[in-house]
């Protein structure tokens, strides 16, 4: 197997970083749900040190993930753990906060609701949650590329789609955690930052 690569995520990486550093530099250890290929978890790990990164995703994509762990051998991130959100115990415990990328919009809408769950009973009072992709917001795309990306990902799932900013502020607060900032991001993205409350 050749190690895994996604071009979006270096496009982004940087700009998430700016967002997430101020955000995270009050936590020491953050759960990534959805690592994908790995290169986030390392360029993250690798621009903030002071982090534990805790890499998860389902098991098809572990064995990608490793060998970015293999190849930058950081002492700040733990071996990826297998994670379905829709699962009633996560194998994680002890985190400051949760960090997921471009999985909402891959997700069902009754994964989301898995996912908002189970990350307000992983989460102590102040944890953070981030989320970085593409919201629609009352019930509105907020760009032609957004409503082609969203016909595109339900010609593959019809379950998946992106999702309404409105939404996700009910599961929030279903689940405890409260809306703190809403940022801009480039390509039509956003940053969602949640609190616990």
């Not at 496009?11 to 970083?17: D, T």
């Not at 009072?125 to 032609?144: D, K, M, R, W």
């Amino acid at each position: 197997m050749n190690k895994p690569y996604s071009e979006s995520c270096e496009q982004n990486k940087e700009p998430i970083l700016d967002v997430i550093a101020p955000i995270f530099s009050s936590h020491g250890s953050v759960l990534e749900i959805g690592s994908g290929t790995g290169q986030h978890a390392i360029y993250f790990a690798e621009n903030m040190p002071h982090l534990t990164w805790c890499p998860s995703d389902r098991r098809p994509y572990l064995e990608g993930i490793n060998m970015w762990l293999e190849d930058a051998a950081l002492t700040n991130v733990t071996p990826p753990v297998e994670l379905d959100v829709t699962t009633s115990r996560w194998p994680v415990s002890d985190i400051d906060a949760v960090f997921t990328a471009n999985s909402v919009h891959i997700m069902s809408q009754q994964e989301v609701v898995c996912l908002m769950r189970g990350v307000g009973k992983l989460l102590h009072t102040q944890g953070s949650l981030v989320i970085y992709g593409p919201f629609n917001y009352a019930g509105s795309y907020t760009s032609e590329s957004n409503a082609s990306f969203d016909q595109w990902l339900k010609s593959r799932d019809p379950r998946s789609g992106i999702k309404d900013f409105e939404t996700m502020l009910s599961l929030a607060s279903e689940n405890a955690m409260q809306l703190i900032t809403d940022h801009t991001m480039p390509a039509n993205n956003r940053i969602l930052h949640f609190r616990k409350c």
